[in-house]
């Protein structure tokens, strides 16, 4: 007789809590300290588990870029677009009038979050390999976001400029990136409400406005 293998809703629950200790930690240490400065021993030893656990988690290359999707989306997701997730569709379910300002407000809030971890998941993917592997992953499920963003801007009578959606898709990725948040929030020192501004008045003048 073969032993049966079964699944306890407990024991699930207890690993998707460690890992997401595990990938709070990663985050925070990556953002701070970088990516070649981050081992995992002392990824083990800031989320309060062992050196096999953290092992059975990763690798490395795998720990920021599922750090980078938990502290971006909220959601350990894996390789799903966010359109795909519960938060693209309560973002789907808002009311057309409001939905420019509340994908703007989940997106700044998002890059507030990652910010300094964007800058470390730059930096790991020029000198590791699996890290820039990944990343393009994520990238083009970024581009794909946009464009069923772009399309559901669309589709809700919201964009009414008429020109080549692909192209507008990549402008919104443009404004809403990591990197502008970095220039003017960071560096130029502006506020988020002003930035959030910012990016809801120039969306809606060189995107949406015919």
Same mark, same amino acid.
């Given at each position: 007789?073969?032993s049966?293998a079964?699944?306890?809703?407990l024991?699930?629950?207890?690993?998707?809590?460690?890992?997401?200790r595990?990938l709070?930690? %990663?985050? #925070?240490?990556? /953002? !701070?300290?970088?990516? $070649?400065?981050t081992?995992?021993?002392?990824l083990?030893? &800031?989320?309060?588990v062992?050196?096999?656990?953290?092992?059975?988690?990763?690798?490395?290359?795998a720990l920021?870029l599922?750090?980078?999707?938990?502290?971006?989306?909220?959601?350990?997701g894996?390789?799903t677009?966010?359109?795909?997730?519960?938060?693209?569709?309560?973002?789907?379910?808002?009311?057309?009038?409001?939905l420019?300002?509340?994908?703007?407000?989940?997106?700044?809030? %998002?890059? #507030?979050?990652? /910010? !300094?971890l964007w800058? $470390?998941?730059?930096?790991?993917?020029?000198?590791?390999? &699996?890290?820039?592997?990944?990343?393009?992953?994520?990238?083009?499920?970024?581009?794909?976001d946009?464009?069923?963003?772009?399309a559901?801007?669309?589709?809700?009578?919201?964009?009414?400029?008429?020109?080549?959606?692909?192209?507008?898709a990549?402008a919104?990725?443009f404004l809403v990136?990591?990197?502008?948040?970095?220039?003017?929030?960071?560096?130029?020192?502006?506020?988020?409400?002003?930035?959030?501004?910012?990016?809801?008045?120039?969306?809606?003048?060189?995107?949406?406005?015919p």
């Open positions: 007789m073969t049966r079964y699944s306890s809703p024991r699930a629950a207890q690993a998707a809590q460690t890992r997401r595990i709070e930690a %990663a985050a #925070e240490l990556f /953002a !701070r300290d970088g990516y $070649a400065a081992s995992l021993a002392r083990a030893e &800031a989320s309060g062992s050196l096999e656990t953290v092992k059975a988690n990763g690798p490395k290359s920021i599922a750090a980078f999707d938990v502290t971006f989306t909220g959601e350990d894996g390789a677009t966010i359109g795909e997730r519960e938060i693209g569709a309560r973002l789907l379910a808002t009311p057309a009038e409001e420019l300002p509340a994908w703007v407000e989940f997106i700044t809030g %998002a890059n #507030e979050r990652i /910010a !300094r800058i $470390a998941l730059l930096d790991a993917s020029m000198g590791d390999p &699996a890290v820039a592997e990944g990343l393009e992953r994520l990238q083009e499920r970024r581009r794909k946009f464009r069923d963003s772009m559901g801007f669309r589709a809700r009578g919201l964009a009414r400029r008429p020109g080549d959606d692909e192209e507008f990549a919104l990725q990136s990591p990197s502008g948040y970095v220039q003017l929030v960071l560096d130029s020192g502006w506020s988020m409400t002003r930035y959030r501004d910012w990016l809801v008045d120039t969306i809606e003048r060189t995107v949406f406005t």
